[in-house]
């Protein structure tokens, strides 16, 4: 091999903080309070306390390698940790506030969390587990909602007492630098151990004009909470462009949220489809309510967006979706659902679909579907199979011995997703491989479903899984929940549903809730309505309704 003669320059964060501080000292930071005040501050004043957190963090003998935990909103000093942990050579770790104190307490220990910085306001949650992880040498509280009470660490006071020289060491782009844990919705959640250069390329793909274009003019609002798949990276795109950042604090509700965007001039938000459509359904009653003339762009991902969603955005409102598929263990953004030029002949309506598809893979990613015994199957848009991953933001192994069958012998990466993939490449996913319905032996796709349930004008959500039953094994059966005030009847929903799918595709029954059961990360909870409702179909059959 004739090797290149270029420099090997590492990727690491720590240039993002030297970019940061050379070109973007006056970019602005805007973060939510509890109190709803937002605190103002800039890219200078970030880069100071970054020095003088990172030297705290060293006086307090976090060493590199360690896991440093954060238990915090999405705010400045969040935003502060995710530079200051890795880019001393320390692993920072986000723990989801949603989760339940025994999964905490399960997840912390499985880190070897050393630290752990938690928000006042989060404190009772903190006090139920942390007795259950004895390897945490030091809590830090951030005063986020008031003073930090006595005889605990004050991330403030702790900060003011450096001077802020910490010089960041040199780092190889391999090291570690975030541990983000799955969701869990089976089994004990799994640990993604995020590297500089993994973080680095994926921001760059990101950042792509294609992916989703961010610079330095954009004031960028990441919704989708730190403490889950890095909020999408996007504090780490909007910190390597200088773009603004607008941090939502603990208020997610959809008025707050509006008020953000507007009143910070938010140019690109991001979140997942539930907070969208809580965000349609208020400016469906209040269009003119938000000038929200700055948004260019609403990134939604994590669980399916519905095609209605979609349209009702754009059609309605004058507001641009993009749909991005992805998961923890791609860090998390594998591809994105936009149009080509190619597609500009497309229709409006064929246009939509294919916007609410999954999208294509970004570069580097490269994406396979096979059947159940690893065969790879052809790219024909209705030939279903599992979703296989690789490239240099895919996970490796995880972090501990868990989950070693999710990795193949020739390098991929099973996602657990089923899906189609077409001639040129667009995912469209049709269900979790643990939720497919399979009904004498054919798979039924419930997103599918799900999403054409959600295009009827009284529901406001739906959620399609297996119901067991005596002849077919499984049928698909939908809980659904109206918009307030509207209803429909199952025969009017499936009337709605028959121009779309084969008879048997349709669901056996409708279930009326007043709420979809979710994960901490706000996707569907099918296991507990299997749990609940998954003998329906079969007490129906007994006359036990
Ligand atoms: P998490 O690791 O918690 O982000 O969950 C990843 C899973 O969320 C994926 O494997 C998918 O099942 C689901 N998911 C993420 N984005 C989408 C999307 N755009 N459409 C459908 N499902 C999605």
């Known amino acids: 091999m004739l090797t290149g ?34 605190h103002r501050s800039t890219y200078a004043d970030f880069s100071r306390r970054t020095r003088q957190l990172a030297e705290a963090l060293t006086r307090l003998g976090v060493k590199p390698g360690e896991r440093v935990a954060s238990l915090c909103w999405n705010h400045t000093r969040h935003l502060e940790l995710y530079f200051a942990v890795p880019s001393m050579g320390a692993v920072l770790h986000t723990l989801n506030l949603r989760l339940h104190p025994g999964d905490l307490a399960y997840i912390a220990r499985h880190a070897e969390d050393r630290v752990i910085v938690v928000d006042r306001s989060l404190l009772p949650l903190l006090e139920k587990f942390i007795g259950e992880v004895p390897g945490v040498r030091h809590v830090i509280v951030v005063p986020d909602d008031g003073p930090v009470p006595e005889g605990r660490l004050d991330y403030e006071r702790l900060l003011a007492a450096e001077p802020g020289a910490f010089v960041f060491p040199p780092l190889d782009e391999r090291s570690a630098a975030m541990l983000c844990y799955t969701s869990g919705t089976t089994g004990n959640p799994k640990g993604v151990l995020f590297s500089h250069r993994s973080i680095v390329l994926h921001t760059l793909a990101e950042c792509m004009a294609d992916t989703f274009g961010i610079g330095e003019a954009d004031a960028v609002l990441p919704v989708v909470p730190m403490f889950h798949a890095a909020a999408w990276g996007m504090p780490f795109a909007a910190l390597f462009t200088g773009a603004k950042i607008v941090l939502p604090g603990p208020h997610l509700d959809p008025a707050s949220l509006l008020d953000l965007m507007a009143g910070e001039r938010v140019t690109l938000a991001a979140g997942v489809p539930t907070l969208w459509l809580g965000i349609l359904a208020l400016l469906d009653q209040a269009p003119t309510r938000w000038d929200l003339t700055s948004v260019r762009g609403m990134l939604i991902g994590g669980s399916a967006a519905p095609q209605a ?23 998390p953004v594998g591809s994105i659902a936009r149009p080509r030029p190619r597609h500009q002949g497309l229709g409006p309506s064929e246009r939509f679909a294919l916007r609410a598809t999954q999208g294509y893979a970004l570069p580097f990613v490269e994406l396979r579907h096979v059947s159940d015994t690893g065969e790879v199957l052809p790219r024909d848009g209705t030939t279903m199979g599992e979703l296989e991953a690789r490239g240099p933001w895919v996970a490796s192994s995880y972090f501990g011995d868990e989950g070693a069958d999710r990795f193949t012998a020739d390098g ?43 295009a009827h004008p009284a529901v ?16 698909p059966l939908a809980a659904v929940v109206f918009k307030p005030g509207q209803v429909a009847t199952p025969e009017e929903l499936a009337a709605h ?16 809730l007043a709420q979809i059961p979710r994960t901490s990360t706000g996707k569907f909870l099918k296991t507990k309505l299997r749990e609940e409702h998954g003998d329906h179909l079969l007490k129906k059959a007994r006359g036990e309704r």
């Open 497 to 512: 549903l028959s121009g779309h799918f084969a008879k048997w595709w349709l669901p056996d029954d409708y279930l009326f």
């Open 460 to 475: 406001l959500e739906a959620a399609v899984f297996a119901g067991r039953d005596a002849k077919w094994d499984e049928r």
């Open 309 to 331: 969603m979609i349209e009702g955005f754009e059609l309605r409102h004058g507001l641009r979706v993009t749909h991005a598929w992805g998961m923890t263990e791609l860090q």
């Open 5 to 38: 003669r270029m420099m090997d320059f590492p990727l690491t964060l720590t240039h993002f903080l030297d970019r940061a501080r050379t070109f973007f000292g006056d970019a602005e930071i805007v973060s939510r309070q509890p109190d709803k005040s937002l």
């Open 412 to 454: 991929w990466f099973k996602t657990g997703d089923v899906v189609t993939l077409d001639a040129e490449g667009f995912v469209r996913i049709t269900d979790r491989s643990k939720d497919v319905i399979k009904s004498g032996g054919e798979w039924i796709s419930s997103v599918a479903l799900e999403n054409a349930l959600m």
